[in-house]
């Protein structure tokens, strides 16, 4: 179950928080208090139960969104579970998962593959004109180097796809957020370096929480993160849109010199094959020690993400049902995660007991 939730806890910029050298029950009602949660939804999260709060950051297609609740088991677990990235792929919605390693080759995308109606897409794309996002290059290649008139090129599309996703890494790994390139599937081009660093922007307060994280997520791989784990991996997830193939960014970081026992997960977006422009996931688990006898932390994940087609008339319509959905299955997520944890920690007690 708690897979299940890692992957409903998705897209989001940098938790802030401008309280530091703080016992930390005093860093979370600050934290909680500046991202406009009422008192009542405060004494819920302490309580452990989950609260989420859409934030009116951004423009029309961007979606924010914030959620916290306390809970009962050890930090380590939540990041244990995050860090499984092969077992997340069992979840509902998951289509297909895998880690890259930095020497990853075609055989490591094996089970990556496009869905029939993104290949006749592909057939058709043009730049200005494709119904999968794209940089120009993209659109080239699957125009050019695919032999369209056999009667099932799906094998040439699937392995020129793969060899894209590993390219992007490659230049990612080498000059971070500018070889992200830009999106020229519709008319007006989607700059993926420009959107995130905006997207991480909206929020005046940020740089006063783990700066060393912020830089390492803006300017990687120029700024350095010691102690962290980096990790890249790929996804096919189908959450009742269509199916989407995604590439991501993992940071697990643990922030403890001035900011107490903060640990920090981090999933940078840096390639959808539809929907998000870019997005950033961000949890923190913040352990309570103004109060010895709970034994647990507070789970707090704010999602971000710049969308297509949230913009106009029909967009605004559009935008009030995913702001909705996205508040929901925070909502849902946390509880899960919740629920997981704490069975998990008291079946793990139990055992040792006997």
């Given amino acids: 179950m708690i897979f299940k939730l890692t992957a409903l806890l998705l897209f989001a910029p940098p938790l802030v928080l401008a ?18 949660l009422t008192a009542d939804q405060r004494t819920a999260i302490d309580q452990g139960r989950p609260a989420a709060k ?32 092969a077992r997340l792929g069992k979840s509902p919605g998951y289509l297909g998962i895998g880690e ?39 659109i080239k290649a699957f125009r050019e180097s695919v032999d369209w008139k056999q009667a099932d090129p799906s094998s040439q599309v699937n392995e020129l796809a793969r060899g894209m996703i590993l390219d992007l890494l490659r230049e990612y790994r080498r000059g971070g957020n500018a070889e992200l390139g830009e999106y020229r599937d519709k008319e007006h081009p989607a ?62 970081y643990h922030a ?5 026992d903060i640990s920090v997960v981090a999933i940078k977006q840096l390639y959808a094959s539809h929907y998000f422009h870019t997005a950033l996931d ?6 309570d020690t103004t ?6 932390f507070y789970l707090m994940t704010l999602k971000s993400s710049e969308q297509d087609g949230l913009t106009g008339v029909k967009g605004s319509m559009l935008r009030k049902i995913v702001v909705d959905k996205t508040r929901g299955s925070m909502e849902t997520g946390l509880t899960a995660i919740k629920k997981s944890l704490e069975t998990s920690g008291a079946a793990s007690e139990r055992r040792a007991q006997r």
């Fill in 191 to 252: 700059r993926v370096a420009d959107q995130f660093e905006t997207m991480v922007s909206r929020s005046a307060t940020l740089p006063e929480f783990l700066p060393e994280l912020r830089q390492y997520l803006l300017k990687f791989p120029e700024a350095t993160l010691p102690g962290a784990d980096s990790f890249f991996y790929w996804e096919k997830v189908d959450f009742g849109m269509k199916p989407t193939i995604r590439v991501n960014h993992g940071v697990i």
């Fill in 54 to 85: 859409v934030l009116s950051w951004g423009g029309p297609s961007e979606v924010f969104v914030f959620g916290a609740v306390y809970i009962d088991a050890a930090p380590a677990a939540y990041l244990k579970a995050v860090r499984n990235v």
């Fill in 19 to 36: 309280v530091t050298g703080q016992p930390a029950q005093s860093q979370v009602s600050s934290l909680l208090t500046q991202f406009g």
């Fill in 282 to 287: 961000v949890s923190v688990c913040m352990v």
């Fill in 100 to 138: 890259l390693q930095a020497n990853a080759t075609p055989a490591d995308l094996a089970g990556l593959s496009l869905d029939p109606d993104d290949l006749k897409a592909l057939k058709n794309c043009k730049e200005g004109d494709c119904d999968i996002q794209l940089p120009t290059s993209s």
């Fill in 256 to 260: 403890g010199e001035g900011t107490g």
């Fill in 291 to 296: 109060k010895p006898e709970r034994r647990g």
